[in-house]
C-alpha cells in the first residue's frame, strides 16, 4: 500500500519524504487555506519534494471551468494529480482530463456507487471519506470494502482505491488488510504509526543491559 501525506505544510512533507514515508501528497482547499501560503507555488514547491502524485483540487463547478483550472494546475508539474469533486460536472471534467493523458483524483466520494461511476469516468484515484462517514455514525472502512470487491469484480477498472479523511492508526491498517492502494494520512497520524510503548520500554531496557554489561561495538 502506498502512504501519501494529507497536508499542504511543505516543512512536513519535506521532512516525512526525507524519511521514505511518503509516496505522493494530497491537498484539498482546507489544506491549502489553513498553510496559509499561496496554491500555485505551495503545489510547485510540493512537486518538487515528492516524485510521487500531488493532488491539487479544481475550485469551480461547472465542467468548462473545471476543466479549464485542471489544465492550468497541470502545468505546475508532470506529477500533478488534478482533483475534482465526485458530481456530474467533476466525473465530466475527470472524462475530459484524463482522456487528455491527466491524472485525476476524484474526491469526496461516500458510496460504492459514485466510486463505481468515477472508475466508468476514467479516474486514477477515488478518494472515499471514511472519518466523515465515522462522523455521522456509519462504518467508514465498509465502504472501503465494498468498493475493493467492486472494483475486483472488472479487470477493466484500473482506478486506484486512496483512502482519505483518515483519522487513526486503525484506518490505515485496516485499509491495508482489505487491499486499499493507498492511504493518504495527516503527518500526525503517519508519525503515529510508528509508534508503540513496548518498544520504547523494550529498547530502554536493552540499552540499560548493555550498559551493564561494559562492553562496546567497536
Ligand atoms: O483528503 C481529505 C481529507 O483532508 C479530509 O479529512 O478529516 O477533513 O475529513 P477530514
Keep these: 500500500m502506498k502512504f501519501f501525506a494529507d497536508t499542504a505544510d511543505v516543512k512536513e512533507i519535506r521532512e516525512l519524504a526525507s524519511a521514505g514515508l511518503i509516496d505522493g501528497v494530497t491537498t484539498n482547499p482546507t489544506l491549502i487555506m489553513r498553510s496559509g501560503r499561496g496554491f500555485i507555488e505551495s503545489i510547485a514547491e510540493i512537486c518538487k519534494i515528492v516524485d510521487g502524485p500531488v493532488s491539487a483540487e479544481v475550485t469551480a463547478l461547472a465542467a468548462d471551468e473545471m476543466i479549464e483550472q485542471g489544465r492550468r494546475l497541470l502545468q505546475i508539474a508532470k506529477n500533478v494529480a488534478v482533483k475534482v469533486p465526485l458530481t456530474l460536472d467533476g466525473l465530466k471534467a475527470c472524462r475530459a482530463l484524463s482522456q487528455g493523458g491527466a491524472m485525476v483524483n476524484v474526491t469526496l ?110
Excluded at 462522523?135 to 477498472?157: E, F, H, K, P
Excluded at 486506484?160 to 491495508?176: D, F, K, Q, T
Aim: some cysteine.
Design 109 to 218: 466520494c461516500f458510496s460504492p456507487a459514485q466510486a463505481l461511476l468515477a472508475a466508468k469516468a476514467g479516474a486514477r484515484f477515488i478518494s472515499p471519506f471514511v472519518g466523515r462517514l465515522d462522523d455521522v455514525s456509519q462504518v467508514g472502512m465498509d465502504l472501503i470494502r465494498s468498493i475493493r470487491t467492486i472494483y475486483d469484480n472488472y479487470s477493466a477498472i484500473t482506478t486506484e482505491i486512496l483512502v482519505a479523511s483518515v483519522r487513526h492508526p486503525l484506518h490505515v491498517v485496516e485499509a491495508a488488510e482489505i487491499g486499499a492502494d493507498v492511504c493518504t494520512c495527516p503527518p500526525d497520524i503517519l508519525r503515529k504509526l510508528l509508534q508503540h510503548p513496548l518498544t520504547d520500554i523494550g529498547l530502554e531496557a536493552f540499552l540499560a543491559d548493555w550498559k551493564k554489561s561494559g562492553q562496546k561495538i567497536v
